[in-house]
């Protein structure tokens, strides 16, 4: 298919999207983004899944905004994500049956399946019910889905160059966004903020950075990935300016008021020099170096607000058994060791799927009493990741869990340490390491892999750089086109 009708397709189905949207019941504008969305994954991959990262960004914001004037659209917003894993399955049964397995290493996906066939067995053995155990089935698997995505589009190595370009310029303009937000607090509460849950996000007198998101967690996680495609950048092109938006990247990061970015980055920095040359080692420590300088020197005291912050809600002992996330860790232990080894079934503990069908386990274990964890208030229910899945898949399906992550850690790094690559697939390598392992960070206190934006922009760079650098052609399929 040519590139004019690939574009006047997505315009189409943008124009009938909006359409829908001014026109037409909730139900119908959901039925339109679906077939859009499933169309433009089929059609048009390499155009389409950009879009769907920068819809995700948007998602929340514009649902939020509709709540009140248009809930229908707004429940229709909030199933983009949904939406977007739908046609990753349809793409990939689609190929699969097509006869296009080129794509697909099965053996790499090994523990994928065996994390898969324990929390089946797992859920069989506790059945709830089957609309929890799929939904948490569905939710476990969202970064496999998004990851599947990924490797199915048949990128161009120019995609990989325009990957990092567009995550240099979007910085800037994040960064800007944030900037915004803080100096116009007023509009920044009144079509950004959270409207349920925990909305004080003032730390030390300090508002954080959040625009254009919806709290300042997600927006410090944005920063630390531009950050780290900054880094990236730097250390392969050695450009002065790159280590300039490196810094920029890391002082959004710091007014963000966020710890798991702050952890993140020099957890994953750290790893990345492993993948570096002597000469790049050197330069990037020198850089990292002057980086905690400036950081010491001008953002000191946001950083002493973050840590006495972190002093006081979980290594104080007063306050840290009173914490909802200190809570869930304990009872995830409780569940684990009781249900061993398997846990105790998808949907039951610490996702989405236990919140939504509210688990009984909360009232076993006294959790539902707690602000935060009761049906009322259920806003830190999910603030958990890996107690979540070794209470609902044991500790045998945490650790295939773990050890997918590392199998993909692995290909990517290697990816970029092939010199055989051309340097923009190695570059876009090196950047989907960094962000397993900056990810794999922030999931110590997060449910980054069941969150839809962090998982596809995290499987983004993954699956572009292990595709590009199999260097296969796609087989031929019949209505799939190969832009």
């Given at each position: ?138 939710l476990s698997c969202k970064f496999f889905g998004f990851l599947v995505l990924a490797l199915s589009v048949p990128w161009k190595e120019g995609d990989a160059q325009r990957l990092l370009r567009v995550a240099y310029v979007a910085l800037p303009l994040v960064f800007a966004a944030g900037l915004f937000g803080h100096a116009f607090p007023d509009f920044t509460n009144r079509y950004f903020a959270a409207r349920e849950g ?175 964890l009761s049906p009322d208030t259920p806003y830190y229910l999910t603030d958990t990741y890996w107690p979540h899945i070794w209470a609902e898949v044991g500790v045998l399906g945490a650790a295939a869990m773990l ?81």
């Open positions: 298919m040519n590139r004019r009708l690939s574009y006047g397709s997505v315009g189409a189905a943008a124009l009938a999207i909006v359409l829908a949207a001014a026109f037409s019941p909730g139900w119908l504008m959901l039925v339109v983004l679906g077939s859009a969305v499933v169309c433009g994954v089929l059609v048009a991959p390499r155009l389409t899944v950009p879009l769907l990262v920068l819809a995700l960004v948007l998602q929340e914001v514009i649902a939020r905004n509709l709540e009140v004037p248009a809930p229908d659209l707004a429940s229709a917003v909030q199933s983009l994500d949904e939406i977007a894993l739908v046609a990753a399955a349809v793409r990939a049964a689609w190929l699969v049956l097509s006869g296009d397995r080129s794509w697909i290493v099965w053996r790499e996906w090994t523990w994928a399946l065996v994390f898969v066939a324990f929390g089946l067995a797992s859920s069989l053995t506790h059945w709830s019910g089957a609309k929890p155990a799929l939904l948490g089935l569905a925990d909305t004080d996000y003032t730390r030390g007198g300090f508002t954080p950075f959040m625009v254009p998101f919806i709290n300042p967690g997600l927006f410090g996680w944005t920063m630390a990935v531009l950050t780290l495609a900054a880094f990236t950048r730097a250390t392969g092109e050695g450009k002065p300016a790159s280590w300039l938006m490196v810094m920029l990247g890391a002082a959004g990061v710091l007014l963000s008021l966020r710890r798991r970015p702050l952890l993140g980055i020099p957890v994953a920095i750290g790893a990345g020099l492993l993948q570096l040359t002597p000469r790049q080692r050197v330069i990037a420590i020198g850089a990292a170096a002057a980086l905690v300088i400036l950081v010491a020197l001008f953002g000191g005291q946001l950083v002493q607000i973050t840590i006495a912050d972190t002093l006081q809600n979980y290594i104080d002992p007063q306050a840290r058994d009173q914490t909802a996330r200190g809570a869930m860790l304990v009872a995830s232990v409780a569940i684990a060791r009781g249900s061993f080894p398997l846990g105790v079934g998808f949907g039951r503990f610490g996702g989405f799927a236990a919140q939504h069908y509210y688990s009984s386990l909360y009232d076993d274990y006294g959790l539902s009493q707690i602000y935060g050890l997918m992550l590392a199998g993909t850690w692995r290909r990517s790094r290697a990816i970029g340490l092939d010199s055989r690559q051309p340097l923009e697939v190695r570059l876009v390598g090196l950047l989907g390491a960094l962000l397993l392992v900056e990810g794999i960070v922030e999931s110590l206190a997060g449910p980054v892999f069941e969150v839809s934006l962090q998982s596809l922009i995290i499987a983004l760079p993954l699956g572009m750089a292990i595709r590009l650098a199999r260097g296969r052609a796609p087989s031929s399929a019949p209505s799939i086109s190969k832009r």
